[in-house]
């Protein structure tokens, strides 16, 4: 049985705020965010992290939230993050941060700790996927320890076995998971360690601001 897309907290190497997303009408994707906890009015309530990038972020929040509101979210007990409430969208609300933060060294302290699933990266790059014979050309959407999400013009069947390489890493043996509207998920057969992940990501940034 081909698994299900799953949904998870995405990590952005950019400096802005995340915008409210455009979901697909009809999309049905499992959800494993990351909880959190946002202090408005003197009050706490459990929040869901959907998105956080240097500059902000998006939640999922449980209780009323109005724009330009002072918000304090906290990710990890006894780290608190000040900003202000940009823009709601029904449960959907983001937050922009009164300093940006690195999200990087965010994603290092946050693998401590049990969780449900390791956080994902959104990068853009491109990269080849090897089915076979056949080599691939496709788009990094995002990345984790575990794998990566690919934009792919052609669909591979779950359980293929397949050879990913991304730029400036060495080509890993993975599997494919799912295959849904463009897109595809596979797992590395082996994680990367996090060093490596974290030194790969700053040369993603560091390629990000040369080019902006």
């Known amino acids: 049985m081909e698994e299900q897309p799953v949904e998870t907290t995405l990590y952005s190497l950019s400096d802005t705020a995340p915008s409210p997303a455009n979901r697909r009408e009809g999309e049905r994707l499992l959800t494993l965010y990351r909880v959190g906890s946002i202090l ?6 459990l929040c869901l992290i959907k998105n956080i990038s240097s500059g902000g972020m998006m939640i999922r929040a449980y209780c009323d ?18 900003g202000a409430v940009s823009w709601v969208r029904d449960s959907s609300v983001g937050i922009e941060f009164d300093t940006p933060v690195d999200v990087i060294d965010l994603l290092s302290t946050s693998m401590d700790g049990p969780r449900p699933r390791m956080p994902r990266i959104e990068v853009d790059c491109f990269a080849t996927l090897r089915d076979g014979s056949n080599v691939l050309r496709t788009r990094v959407h995002d990345i984790s320890q575990g794998g990566v999400k690919l934009e792919c013009a052609t669909a591979l069947a779950s359980g293929s076995d397949v050879i990913a390489t991304l730029p400036g890493l060495e080509p890993q ?36 601001r040369a080019a902006s």
């Open 173 to 208: 043996a993975s599997v494919v998971r799912w295959s849904d509207s463009g897109f595809i998920g596979i797992t590395f057969n082996r994680l990367l360690a996090l060093p490596v992940l974290v030194g790969w990501l700053e040369q993603q940034r560091s390629a990000m």
């Open 40 to 45: 408005i009015d003197d009050r706490r309530e």
């Open 65 to 82: 939230v109005a724009p330009d509101a002072r918000v304090s979210v906290e990710l990890k007990c006894g780290q608190p993050i000040e």
